[in-house]
């Protein structure tokens, strides 16, 4: 006997747009929560979009990755709007000018890092002397720290004593400070908890600044869509003062590690290196752990996609000393009773399933049993027979198409790197030419049956492979990819009402 979905969310057409934070203008050296995001959202509402989806808002470390940060609740401080800080004198206009010298074509991840952290910890020590209990209309840091005290405290002690111990991973931190409980107890230096109370603060700009960003994307008819890694960093907040979630062994080193096994993509398979759970201490909790994250994720996000929803299913494990993905096996996890105790903890959330890659009837049940959307991605669906599932002609209504993805190539510069007869499929079954496969992408994808329809700013733009953001496995050269205030002014006055007329058409 089949039971009714958990959730059923998606019941109606919309279309939305793919741009990460990080690749908006500003003066900064990259994006932020500032006028750069406002102006944005205006383009969504003035073109028909009503989804904006972004990637995870976490504070990133070693390689920029937003999928490798140093908490799962923590935002970017990278982030942070600096103009409001300067109008009110915490930043002065010598610093802001040092920041304004910082490319504002790409990210340039190593000048950032040398020149916004001092000038940021100058704005806290200026604040901290004025002895007010809070910034502009931002609520009190007090109430602010009161509801986020499950998470804050602890990530603000890691990052202060990581930077005390020349950020090197917490495993190899002396023994005293490598387990969170214990490290409280330590007679911690006046440096270092100043640089807590720091880390804290950036935490409350962060969020206050995002929660004005999302109300007023909200009045414009605009949900925004986050994401969520299905697994946390080694080297984070989370790992250190929840050791006991985690398969560790007794030094914190993981026991096994995830990734994925080897495909048509990778001989070798994917080698990840995060911490897998010990899901059977996630079960003793009735998994408050995740509970807390998905609510914490819902205070950043209308809409929470789940990375590698596979991993709900099962799990690839690779033990810990291996060099590849090969020798890994996989290990079924709670999957359904993990969502059972989401669903009754947040009964009204917008969760989005990703699910692709190789998907088995186990994990297309567990899928179906959540009621989540999964998805569907057009650069994956030719080449190949008819009975591809991401040609639009199979889609399921409770999906999410998109042109690409963050972690593909632009469809322009993937278009251009594929063999004739790959082109010559794509021209027949879209009935194109393809001198304009963006848009014919972005066409196809809005007439399809999926109710949600996405496609990444930079196919809006017709870019090519040089607007490229990720490429997995890639060491270097990710996450750095940013547009120009006159490229989108450029595509609101020539493709906004063709793009709302399209919309429209298809009932979106």
């Not at 007794?250 to 995830?258: E, I, L, R, T, Y």
């Amino acid at each position: 006997m089949s039971h009714a979905p958990l959730y059923n969310w998606l019941t109606e057409r919309t279309a939305g747009a793919l741009l990460h934070i990080s690749s908006l203008p500003s003066d900064t050296g990259i994006g932020n929560l500032g006028v750069g995001a406002y102006r944005y959202i205006d383009f969504l509402k003035a073109s028909g979009l009503s989804v904006w989806q972004i990637c995870p808002l976490g504070p990133t470390g070693f390689g920029d990755s937003p999928y490798q940060c140093f908490s799962a609740f923590a935002g970017n401080p990278y982030f942070i709007d600096l103009e409001p800080l300067r109008d009110e004198g915490l930043v002065t206009d010598d610093e802001y000018a040092q920041l304004a010298k910082l490319p504002r074509d790409h990210v340039d991840y190593g000048a950032v890092y040398h020149a916004f952290w001092p000038i940021l910890r100058n704005a806290y020590q200026r604040f901290k002397a004025s002895q007010k209990k809070q910034f502009l209309d931002y609520g009190s840091i007090s109430k602010f720290c009161n509801a986020q005290n499950e998470w804050l405290e602890d990530y603000a002690l890691f990052l202060a004593l990581k930077e005390s111990f020349d950020n090197k991973p917490w495993q190899e931190w002396p023994s005293g400070y490598r387990n969170a409980s214990i490290a409280r107890t330590q007679d911690l230096s006046v440096e270092v908890l100043d640089a807590a109370d720091g880390h804290v603060f950036y935490q409350y700009l962060f969020y206050a600044q995002l929660a004005k960003l999302r109300a007023y994307a909200g009045s414009q008819g605009v949900e925004i869509m986050g994401d969520a890694p299905i697994f946390v960093a080694l080297d984070s907040a989370d790992v250190w003062a929840n050791p006991e979630l985690f398969q560790l062994k007794k030094n914190g080193q993981p026991k096994a590690v995830a990734g994925v096994p080897p495909d048509y993509f990778a001989a070798d398979g994917q080698l990840w290196g995060n911490p897998l759970y010990d899901w059977s201490a996630h079960e003793k909790t009735d998994f408050a752990w995740w509970i807390q994250r998905i609510q914490s994720n819902l205070e950043f996000y209308d809409i929470v996609r789940l990375d590698h929803f596979r991993g709900f299913e099962s799990y690839w494990s690779v033990p810990a000393d291996e060099k590849t993905a090969r020798n890994g096996k996989w290990i079924p996890c709670p999957g359904l009773k993990l969502f059972k105790a989401i669903q009754a903890a947040c009964p009204d959330a917008k969760l989005v399933a990703e699910d692709l890659g190789v998907i088995t009837d186990k994990v297309n049940a567990l899928r179906l049993a959540t009621g989540l959307p999964g998805m569907a991605v057009l650069q994956f669906a030719f080449g190949g027979e008819a009975d591809n599932a991401y040609l639009p002609h199979n889609y399921d209504r409770n999906c999410v198409v998109y042109s690409g993805t963050h972690d593909n190539d632009t469809t322009l510069g993937w278009y251009r790197s594929l063999d004739a007869v790959t082109q010559d499929h794509i021209r027949r079954y879209l009935k194109v030419s393809g001198d304009a496969i963006a848009w014919d992408f972005i066409r196809a994808a809005i007439a399809s049956s999926a109710h949600l329809a996405v496609f990444p700013l930079q196919d809006l733009m017709s870019l090519g492979a040089e607007a490229r953001l990720n490429t997995p496995g890639a060491p270097i050269g990710n996450w750095q990819w940013r547009y120009q205030v006159e490229q989108l002014e450029q595509l609101q006055r020539e493709s906004s009402h063709y793009l709302r007329e399209q919309i429209e058409l298809f009932g979106r």
